[in-house]
């Protein structure tokens, strides 16, 4: 149930029955971390991505978009009026001029609870979260979402592979699982990934389902899709289709504890949720 606030409200007694209901162990449903833990903590910052790796989020996502003078930083919205104190589109606005802005004022009193450093309520680079997700202490993949359309185009896959290469995230070695994956709205973002960095797995999302891809196929060479939880409500037959045709399944923003049991029950591999540490003892993870 939502407050007035919009922030969801649950007590022990239904976690302990969704827990019991989903057999915790039956299905290894991965936890994303959306915005890191953006519920908790000003989203897109130092603060909320910490916050879900302390957590146990097995994966933080991302969005990313390209600032006028060439770098990738962690924003949702074309415009930083809405996170930020400042105003002005990303893509016309350089780092120094985003590094003034505090994008935590947005969030209140949680910025003044949850900022330990002055730079935890900065403006993200892509650059510094990977640097994160590398000082870890374990794995922690990372889910990225190119934000399109922009007026940078196909500079902002360029960017991007660049600097995953830099990471060595592009290749990943033998044996092991690839520990970032790329998602967009736009199967042309996509292709260029596929095209620049082929082991570098893609996400397709999808905000309704199209009649073209009701069947469980994907645009070409995608192997992940990223349907909405509205989608998977309407039709939870869908994963199954997916799963038929050789993708996997990952969906958001998976918030409502019905609906992480609705994902779990469904066979979904990953959920994205703005609330990671809630989400995981539900599965008994925690």
Known sequence: MRDGAGRWHHNAVTYAHSARDIAPGAHPLSVVAHRGASEDAPEHTLTAYRKAIEDGADAL????RLTADGHLVCVHDRRVNRTSNGRGAVSSLELADL???DFGSWKGE???REAP??????VLTLERLLELVADAGRR???????KHPTRWAGQVEDRLLTLLDRFGLTKPPTGEPPAVRVMSFSARSLHRVQAGAPAVPTVYLMQFLSPRHRDGRLPAGVGIAGPSIRIIRKDPGYVE???RAGNQVHVW???DPADVELCARAGVDAVITNRPKQVLSQLGRR
């Open 140 to 146: 922690v993949e990372l889910a990225i979402e190119t």
């Open 117 to 122: 450093d002055l730079d935890a309520t900065a």
């Open 61 to 64: 996502e991302c969005d990313v």
């Open 110 to 112: 949680a910025t003044d």
């Open 99 to 101: 590094a003034a802005l």
């Open 253 to 255: 923003t998976v918030n």
């Open 241 to 243: 289709r997916l799963h």
